[in-house]
């Protein structure tokens, strides 16, 4: 019983040690985390505009609905229709990142010649901002003249409309998106790989 207080108490005077260094960030954590959060849940409890003032004193009886807004979400059809695209793009997304992942990390773990240039090419997605990248692929990926459909017409196949088809975008929405990603995952993934002892 002892020991158990002693290590209690040695608990709470390492924790007021620390104190001093975790407050800042306790203090960034509530500011930015916390306190959007429970605006955000108070707000979604309202049918406020965006423009009123959210500290005027009528704001509550004027703007409070309760569950009401959850209540249309959860009854319209789009709700559902939105999910199932969410489904269907994560059960795209993510075996085929895990693939290019766990090859990407399994070709920068061997050592040759040109390995970490192939390091350096592999995380360029990654910092890549979105905005390039998209534009990047709506060319390589344009009907007419894109790389992937040209690419396709070599070996005799005629390529989709990737980007206006309805049965073709979110693959290829996933395809950019597993690019864009699988440098991150595949270092990550490498760092497993290198940790695991060679005998």
Same mark, same amino acid.
């Given at each position: 019983?002892?020991? $158990? /207080?002693?290590?209690?108490?040695?608990?709470? /005077?390492?924790?007021?040690?620390?104190?001093?260094?975790?407050?800042?960030?306790?203090?960034?954590?509530?500011?930015?985390?916390?306190?959007?959060?429970?605006? !955000?849940?108070?707000?979604?409890?309202?049918?406020?505009?965006?423009?009123?003032?959210? +500290?005027?004193?009528?704001?509550?009886?004027?703007?409070? *609905?309760?569950?009401?807004? &959850?209540? #249309?979400?959860?009854? !319209?059809? %789009?709700? @559902? /229709?939105?999910?199932?695209?969410?489904? &269907? @793009?994560? +059960?795209? &997304?993510?075996?085929?990142?895990? =693939?290019?992942?766990?090859?990407?990390?399994?070709?920068?773990? $061997?050592? &040759?010649?040109?390995?970490? @240039?192939?390091? =350096? =090419?592999?995380?360029?997605? +990654?910092?890549?901002?979105?905005?390039?990248?998209?534009?990047?692929? $709506?060319?390589?990926?344009?009907? $007419? @003249?894109?790389?992937?459909?040209?690419?396709?017409?070599?070996?005799?196949?005629?390529?989709?409309?990737?980007?206006?088809? %309805?049965?073709?975008?979110?693959?290829? =929405?996933?395809l950019v998106s597993v690019w864009k990603d699988m440098g991150?995952?595949?270092? *990550?993934?490498?760092?497993?790989?290198?940790?695991?002892? #060679?005998?």
């Amino acid at each position: 019983m002892q020991q $158990k /207080r002693n290590r209690f108490q040695t608990g709470i /005077r390492e924790l007021f040690t620390a104190s001093p260094f975790l407050i800042l960030s306790l203090i960034g954590f509530v500011v930015f985390s916390v306190l959007p959060i429970l605006i !955000s849940l108070f707000l979604s409890l309202t049918d406020w505009n965006g423009i009123d003032s959210l +500290v005027s004193s009528t704001f509550l009886s004027e703007h409070f *609905i309760g569950f009401q807004n &959850y209540i #249309k979400i959860l009854t !319209s059809g %789009e709700f @559902f /229709r939105i999910l199932s695209h969410n489904l &269907y @793009f994560i +059960v795209l &997304y993510i075996p085929a990142m895990l =693939v290019a992942s766990l090859s990407v990390a399994w070709l920068l773990n $061997k050592n &040759y010649r040109g390995s970490g @240039f192939l390091r =350096v =090419v592999s995380y360029i997605p +990654v910092l890549t901002s979105w905005i390039a990248a998209s534009l990047i692929w $709506k060319w390589v990926l344009s009907p $007419k @003249f894109g790389v992937m459909n040209n690419l396709l017409g070599l070996i005799g196949i005629h390529g989709p409309a990737w980007l206006q088809s %309805e049965l073709w975008a979110m693959p290829a =929405v996933a395809l950019v998106s597993v690019w864009k990603d699988m440098g991150f995952f595949g270092l *990550i993934l490498l760092s497993g790989l290198q940790g695991i002892d #060679k005998t």
